[in-house]
């Protein structure tokens, strides 16, 4: 039913919007575990496939989402991801990649690609001396107002041709602000009647992430994306369905998008490239601790398939979850019956989901002890078991889903989603059945979902890489101060639950800068807000994102690989990682190092 094309008891007319309608929930669905799964009993659905096996079911309901349905199975739930951020060319070999007369590659012939909370088009980091945008071509899913992308259910796509006329219209009636309030307004196409507006970007992180990978050099303030000849393509991502920001407990005015709509991004820029017949280089600056942190993730499988695809390359956020006390190693011993975990809630958090994962082939169950004393004897759950608990007299509601192993590769999940939490120090009792040690993990959520002092008591630094960063074959991205030289301390360390290295390379981003917003007004003034400035992984990841820029203009534009996938593009970039200190590498905290183009370039030769 689901292989070759869209299907539903709608048609497909009345599909159209329904991803971004609040009536529909999604589940991420497998055209092999689950083809039919509920094709027997709703009439009101939709199914849209995304490739490699996998597809989105739009079902409508006006149920709240608990997650007790037998019928799903543990990824089918869409997770949803936070923003990874709170002098470097040098650093990174670009500089002297541009200037050497052997090279001088600026990523021309190339694409790169911004998924995330959109871009300031009026930004003249974004725009060429003519007024023309290097954007060409941005899907804003979060409006439904203008023309869909072709082979889409939503949002609304703007081509280069409608950002640049109306770019253009702007400048001709001198319709620009000048002061900072009215800077960050949407660009019109008529100032007076405001007949249709670019769209923008709230948030300012996407932006941020475009003008390190891409932005145009801007002499005056002394700045240059790293591939400032590369063309952009943008998706603005919607934010998360109220069903899910209330299922997964997600802070009011937390930014948050939803698993597949990503995918669907990853889907679209992929289709833009192909169209133009141009590489590029996906920059995903988003993460989450959702998930068993060995690649297994509905997004991160999606990613692995694309990266051994030519002409395509991910650079992901490795996380800023390194101190953030919300990972627990655990290990029951041959000798105890089970292994008591404290962790405490802070005043005032709502509630989260929290998962434990637990190593096969033993099996775990769970008891509980609340603030208050009341103590939840050990729960023998049945294998895809739902039960929900609830604590007096704080009023605290427990909902737990126990998933089997078999379903999500090997590994047992308990999945714990508190409502109406009490704050203070909680006891989670793991018991553990099998032979020899018994290890396990659990995770919290990321630091933007949670306040500060909802930790673990005993947290482990290690296994903190969020996802998608644990996706094979993409390159995951620690950050690091370039002007110390050492780790950004929030950096989420390795490695994967299944032994495989991440983060794969460390790139600048402690408290890297862009020129503030920069534009020729109508009146030919040139006008400039502060200094943005950002740390975190997600601009790690955007160095990376600009570098692959760069190496897939040798590789496809020059001519020196023109095979090379993501895959091969990690085994180059390693090869030229800077080793730097008295480490052993690979590592937990560096990968195999700092990434540096011309090291790898030099290693190759030219």
Same mark, same amino acid.
């Given at each position: 039913m689901l292989q070759n094309e869209l299907k539903a008891m709608l048609n497909e007319e009345e599909c159209i919007g329904v991803p971004a309608d609040e009536e529909y @929930?999604?589940?991420?669905?497998?055209?092999?575990?689950?083809?039919?799964?509920?094709?027997?009993?709703?009439?009101?659905?939709?199914?849209?496939?995304?490739?490699?096996? @996998?597809? #989105? &079911?739009?079902?409508?309901?006006?149920?709240?989402?608990?997650?007790?349905?037998?019928? $799903?199975?543990?990824? =089918?739930?869409?997770?949803?991801?936070?923003?990874?951020a709170s002098e470097a060319l040098e650093e990174t070999g670009v500089l002297r990649v541009r200037r050497s007369p052997q090279?001088?590659?600026?990523?021309?012939?190339?694409?790169?690609? #911004?998924i995330d909370t959109g871009i300031k088009l009026d930004d003249s980091l974004f725009l060429y001396e003519d007024g023309n945008s290097k954007v060409v071509s941005l899907w804003d899913q979060s409006d439904q107002s203008g023309t869909r992308p072709e082979g889409f259910l939503y949002g609304t796509e703007w081509t280069r041709e409608e950002i640049n006329n109306i770019l253009q219209s702007d400048m001709d009636t001198g319709s620009n602000r000048k002061d900072e309030k009215n800077d960050s307004d949407n660009i019109s196409s008529n100032s007076k009647n405001n007949v249709r507006k670019l769209p923008k970007d709230e948030n300012g992180h996407g932006t941020f992430l475009a003008a390190i990978a891409a932005g145009r050099e801007d002499i005056d303030q002394i700045f240059s994306g790293v591939a400032p000849d590369a063309e952009l393509v943008v998706v603005k991502l919607k934010q998360s369905k109220k069903y899910l920001r209330e299922f997964y407990s997600i802070p009011d005015g937390?930014?948050?998008? @939803?698993?597949?709509?990503? =995918?669907?991004?990853?889907?679209?820029? &992929?289709?833009?490239?192909?169209? *133009?017949?141009?590489?590029?280089?996906?920059?995903?600056?988003?993460?989450?601790?959702?998930?068993?942190?060995?690649?297994?993730?509905?997004?991160?499988?999606?990613?692995?398939?694309?990266? *051994?695809?030519?002409?395509?390359?991910?650079? *992901?956020?490795?996380?800023?979850?390194?101190?953030?006390?919300?990972? $627990?190693?655990?290990?029951?011993?041959?000798?105890?019956?089970? @292994?008591?975990?404290? $962790?405490?809630?802070?005043?005032?958090?709502?509630?989260?989901? =929290?998962?434990?994962?637990?190593?096969?082939?033993?099996?775990?169950?769970?008891?509980?002890?609340?603030?208050?004393?009341?103590? &939840?004897?050990?729960?023998? *759950?049945?294998?895809?078991?739902?039960?929900s608990v609830r604590f007096f007299p704080e009023d605290t509601l427990l909902e737990i889903r126990s998933f089997p192993g078999a379903t999500i590769g090997g590994s047992q999940v308990i999945r714990m989603n508190f409502k109406n939490i009490v704050s203070g120090i909680w006891k989670l009792f793991v018991y553990g059945t099998g032979n020899g040690e018994k290890q396990y993990d659990i995770w919290?959520?990321?630091?933007?979902?949670?306040?500060?002092?909802?930790?673990?008591?005993?947290?482990?630094?290690?296994?903190?890489?969020?996802?998608?960063?644990?996706?094979?074959?993409?390159?995951?991205?620690?950050?690091?101060?370039?002007?110390?030289g050492g780790l950004y301390v929030r950096a989420s360390k390795g490695y994967t639950r299944d032994g495989r290295i991440v983060p794969d390379l460390a790139a600048p981003g402690v408290s890297v800068g862009i020129p503030g917003v920069s534009r020729i007004t109508g009146a030919g003034e040139r006008a400039i807000s502060r200094e943005r400035v950002r740390s975190g992984s997600s601009v790690a990841a955007a160095f990376g994102a600009g570098i692959g820029a760069l190496m897939q203009e040798w590789a496809f534009v020059v001519g020196y690989d023109p095979f090379m996938n993501g895959q091969n593009m990690r085994t180059y970039l390693i090869q030229g990682a800077v080793k730097d200190g008295p480490y052993e590498y690979p590592n937990r905290e560096w990968g195999y190092g700092k990434i540096n183009i011309y090291n790898t370039l030099l290693e190759q030769r030219f």
């Open positions: @929930q999604e589940y991420l669905i497998d055209y092999i575990l689950d083809e039919n799964l509920f094709e027997n009993e709703l009439s009101d659905y939709c199914v849209f496939p995304i490739g490699y096996n @996998q597809s #989105i &079911i739009y079902i409508k309901s006006d149920n709240p989402l608990t997650g007790g349905d037998r019928r $799903f199975r543990y990824n =089918m739930i869409p997770k949803c991801y936070g923003l990874m090279l001088g590659y600026r990523g021309g012939g190339t694409l790169v690609a #911004i937390v930014w948050s998008c @939803q698993e597949d709509d990503v =995918m669907l991004a990853v889907r679209y820029v &992929i289709n833009v490239a192909n169209k *133009l017949g141009k590489p590029i280089s996906i920059c995903l600056g988003i993460g989450t601790n959702l998930g068993g942190h060995n690649g297994a993730n509905s997004l991160e499988r999606y990613i692995s398939y694309l990266s *051994l695809l030519p002409k395509i390359s991910f650079h *992901l956020a490795g996380g800023n979850e390194g101190i953030s006390g919300h990972h $627990f190693h655990g290990t029951i011993r041959r000798e105890e019956q089970y @292994q008591t975990v404290d $962790f405490n809630v802070a005043e005032g958090e709502n509630g989260f989901v =929290m998962e434990l994962w637990g190593d096969e082939p033993n099996v775990y169950t769970i008891g509980i002890l609340s603030p208050g004393g009341e103590n &939840i004897e050990r729960m023998q *759950l049945k294998m895809g078991e739902f039960r919290l959520p990321i630091s933007n979902f949670l306040k500060e002092e909802t930790v673990f008591i005993n947290p482990s630094s290690e296994q903190t890489v969020t996802s998608p960063g644990n996706a094979q074959y993409a390159l995951a991205y620690a950050a690091y101060d370039v002007a110390t």
